[in-house]
């Protein structure tokens, strides 16, 4: 099934770190900006960084990030693997949710092109 694959999630004591993982399953990540979303139990599924595609000249790849993450994470695209990382560090119990990656057309849109993955678990507790 085509579909996004995201891992790297765990168990982590706050002030730890972690790095997440996206693929695409069947197609490649550089025809989209990736965003990762994430979602706590009762809230909204929310955007907190994005970066863009790779596959139109002149786009401005600097990633943006929610006010609740920048400076503790940082996304990247590895083009060779065709993967997307999300690295996270300095978690917090708040940073605690369901990660999911998305595919975007840019990284301004909120409404994923391909369907969504199951997500990582990330859970923050002592």
């Known amino acids: 099934q085509v579909q996004l694959v995201e891992s790297g999630g765990g168990l982590v004591q706050p002030g730890g770190s972690l790095r997440l993982s996206c693929v695409g399953s069947?197609?490649?990540?550089?025809?989209?900006?990736i965003a990762w979303f994430r979602q706590a139990p009762g809230d909204l599924r929310v955007k907190i960084a994005c970066?863009?595609?790779?596959?139109?000249?002149?786009?401005?790849?600097?990633?943006t990030y929610s006010a609740a993450v920048e400076d503790r994470f940082a996304i990247s695209r590895d083009k060779v693997a065709d993967t997307v990382y999300l690295q996270m560090n300095d978690l917090k119990p708040e940073d605690t949710a369901r990660y999911y990656c998305?595919?975007?057309?840019?990284?301004?849109?909120?409404?994923?092109?391909?369907?969504w993955g199951l997500g990582t678990q990330v859970t923050v507790s002592p």
């Open positions: 970066i863009e595609r790779v596959d139109i000249e002149g786009v401005d790849a600097t990633p």
């Open positions: 069947e197609f490649s990540l550089g025809r989209y900006a």
């Open positions: 998305a595919t975007l057309l840019h990284c301004h849109d909120l409404t994923p092109v391909r369907p």
